[in-house]
């Protein structure tokens, strides 16, 4: 796929998503299915990136994204369950896919079989999420969803590794599985926590919101690159990164959190849609590619269809047998939404490219087009099957959990709190001054601030006006007031007293007023 493909695809992927937003339908099967249709017009040129494209260039800045947003506390409240899908099921999904495979297509021979099941080992959770936004799924099943995706991609990429080695003779950077693990996993987490840490001193010190973004923008390109130069976990990499500054995002200025939303919900969007609509046009590549390989059209369904089914039942299989053993305190609805969300995306379709052309000897690898075109079909069928039907399951069991609402509403609530109270203590100590601006004017302006944060938009909007002449002392006080408050609600986050997730929703408000505020300053000045 040429430069100018690689744009059409884009552009075409975005418009579909935009009409099926507008008309309400789910975005990411309609941009499958019509990319799927246009794959097999007469004459269409062959779509396909190069493996090292896809995880370099469209992985990183997904991952990344997700890291920012998750909540690190809710991801450490869940870690349990985090890892059990995002290590032990890649693990179970790949072992139960290669037995199923061989047992169908013994020509495969067993290492193809395992290479197969590694490449459809990791669920992704970008169409789980988008889908389940939509239809209401409660925070705690979209953290660990999100936190899934963000561990297995890691893992699968690992046995990947570990079985294509043992089928095509390749050798590793370490031979051994646990140490190749540990070292990928331990070089991947310090590179990507050390980038982040000198990203977040150097950040503030550029004292412009423009080049603070950008300088955040290359975060996750040059994390993966770092650590898969040293033969670690890119993956790792990007989300210890992700984590590391969206944990420390209250510390920006707040035009550099405003900008970086932006800029991340677009790239979101625009990569999300594009790799839609890539696993699409793999449709006529599937059936040409799968020709070559002895088996007639019947046998492909049969193999195609037997994968499918153990890739679906091996998911629900692993989560409610987790389930039971661990007791978790989770709602038998969480569970089978959990267990029917496992569509696979972006990880699936680099892996399955980047099953090597010929062996160590030279000559080609087995069945390379069969594991290609089998591990293609279940993905884009399992985007098809289960993501059409899971805003019906979530319907129809209607999932929530009012135990997490109370929880949430009493985080609110904390928050007004704790901002009502920094507030009042940096209005006492001016009222106490009377330095530069009148008692009356610090009265108003405490009044104004006890609106913040409630439903009551823009309260900042127009207060100059009202303070006498003294727009530059009060906005100096609205600007202490604010940085007391943000301190103070940072400071409940980091006791424990406040989840991040109401955190991030707390501080962005304080941004949209401060940058009215801002705003009515220029405007007075």
């Known amino acids: 796929m040429n430069g100018v493909g690689f744009l059409m695809v884009v552009v075409g992927a975005v418009a579909v998503t935009a009409v099926a937003n507008r008309r309400g339908w789910p975005g990411p099967l309609v941009v499958v299915a019509v990319a799927a249709a246009v794959s097999l017009l007469p004459g269409l040129p062959r779509m396909e990136l190069p493996p090292q494209l896809i995880l370099a260039v469209v992985l990183p800045p997904l991952l990344y994204s997700a890291a920012l947003e998750l909540s690190f506390v809710s991801f450490r409240r869940d870690l349990l369950p985090i890892a059990s899908l995002g290590v032990g099921l890649v693990v179970f999904s790949a072992v139960v896919v290669g037995c199923v495979a061989f047992t169908l297509a013994p020509a495969l021979t067993l290492g193809g079989a395992f290479v197969l099941g590694a490449v459809l080992g990791p669920s992704d959770a970008v169409a789980a999420v988008a889908l389940g936004r939509r239809a209401g799924l409660p925070s705690r099943v979209i953290t660990i969803l999100t936190g899934e995706s963000l561990v297995n991609d890691a893992v699968a990429l690992v046995a990947f590794q570990l079985a294509v080695s043992a089928y095509a003779g390749y050798r590793l950077f370490v031979e051994q599985p646990i140490l190749l693990a540990a070292y990928s996993a331990s070089v991947g ?94 449709v006529r590549l599937i059936l040409h590619d799968a020709t070559g390989e002895g088996l007639g059209p019947a046998g492909l369904v049969i193999i195609i269809a037997a994968v499918l089914l153990a890739v679906v039942l091996a998911r629900p299989a ?40 010929v062996t160590v000897t030279g000559a080609p690898t087995p069945n390379r087009n069969l594991i290609q075109a089998v591990a293609l079909s279940v993905a884009v069928l399992t985007i098809l099957l289960q993501g059409a039907t899971l805003p019906m399951l979530v319907r129809v069991l209607r999932l929530s959990d009012a135990a997490e609402r109370r929880r949430a509403d009493a985080d609110v609530v904390h928050a007004l709190r704790v901002a009502r109270r920094a507030a009042h203590e940096v ?64 400071r409940e986050r980091d006791r424990g007293r406040l989840d991040d997730e109401v955190l991030r929703a707390v501080l962005q408000q304080l941004d949209y007023e401060e940058a009215a505020a801002s705003t009515d300053l220029r405007t007075r000045l």
């Open 189 to 282: 987490v310090g590179i990507g926590l050390a980038m982040a840490v000198v990203v977040h001193w150097i950040r503030p010190r550029l004292h412009d919101p423009a080049l603070e973004t950008v300088f955040g923008a290359v975060v996750p390109f040059v994390a993966y690159l770092a650590a898969d130069d040293l033969h670690a976990s890119g993956v790792l990499a990007v989300v210890a990164a992700g984590f590391w500054i969206g944990h420390h995002s209250a510390d920006a200025a707040f035009a550099t959190r405003l900008q970086s939303r932006q800029v991340w919900r677009t790239v979101d969007l625009i990569l999300e849609a594009f790799v839609f609509a890539y696993m699409g046009l793999q």
């Open 427 to 490: 209005t006492a100590r001016a009222a106490a001054s009377g330095d530069d601006i009148e008692a009356t004017a610090v009265a108003l302006i405490e009044r104004r601030m006890a609106h913040v944060l409630t439903a009551t938009p823009h309260c900042l909007a127009g207060l100059y006006g009202t303070v006498g002449g003294a727009e530059q002392p009060a906005h100096e006080l609205v600007q202490q007031i604010l940085a007391n408050q943000r301190r103070a609600l940072i």
């Open 318 to 357: 692993w989560i409610v047998t987790m389930w039971m053993i661990t007791r978790r305190r989770l709602q038998w609805r969480a569970v089978a939404v959990l267990s029917w969300s496992g569509m696979r995306g972006v990880v699936t379709l680099a892996a399955a490219a980047a099953v090597p052309a």
